[in-house]
């Protein structure tokens, strides 16, 4: 029996999208840099604007995010190399849920297309919760999991910061929106730099909290 539970962020560490993503947001602020927009998942991406109102007049507000992303999520984005392997490879041995900003039927449209659905137990997007904080304490509720029987694998430091308010651990992937030094901020349990050193690191998370 799985008694353990794996929530994965989906974008940067699932599909690689950074630069599809970025793009969009570039439509709606010409002026917005890479480091500018990485600097924004610090935190919630939803609350982006409470910390950074650098809007000029050239901004887009026109423009609405998923309604430019979501074509390009299908016709530019893909999955992470080894990612779908290593997917596979940890659900035999724990539950798998995506816990992501983005909304849930592109990421399950994107699941089907690298025939990965049947590995999650569930897909959370942000229609589900703005909050990962919340999605989390959904979990724990509905699953009757606790904390320590959980852990969050993303790429972005604004995630470790929310999975620790639910005392919940984390493991950074240096491969995604966020570099290695920014991550290291969050005092993640690891930072791997490679798919494939995942299963490890997922083990070694849950042997150190029994």
Not at 45 to 61: G, L, M, S
Not at 89 to 110: C, E, G, H, M, R
Request: proline share 4%; hydrophobic share 40%.
């Amino acid at each position: 029996m799985k008694n353990n539970y794996i929530l994965f962020d989906f974008d940067g560490v699932i599909a690689d999208s950074f630069q599809p993503a970025f793009e969009v947001n570039k439509m709606m602020c010409p002026h917005l840099t890479e480091d500018q927009y990485r600097r924004r998942f610090e935190g919630n991406i939803n609350d982006w604007e409470k910390v950074d109102e650098k809007h000029t007049d050239q901004c887009r507000h026109d423009i609405k995010f998923f309604d430019e992303y979501i074509p390009k999520m299908k016709n530019q984005v893909t999955v992470v190399p080894e990612m779908a392997k290593v997917i596979g490879d940890l659900a035999k041995l724990y539950n798998l849920i995506i816990v992501s900003s983005t909304i849930t039927s592109p990421i399950q449209d994107f699941m089907e297309k690298y025939n990965l659905p049947a590995y999650f137990t569930e897909i959370m997007g942000n229609d589900v919760h703005r909050s990962k904080v919340e999605k989390i304490k959904m979990i724990f509720t509905k699953y009757s999991v606790t904390p320590k029987e959980c852990v969050f694998i993303t790429d972005t430091l604004g995630d470790i910061r929310e999975a620790t308010q639910t005392q919940v651990g984390a493991i950074g992937v240096s491969w995604g929106f966020h570099a290695h030094k920014t991550l290291v901020s969050g005092n993640p349990f690891r930072i791997v730099d490679k798919p494939e050193d995942l299963e490890i690191a997922v083990a070694d998370y849950f042997a150190s909290t029994k």
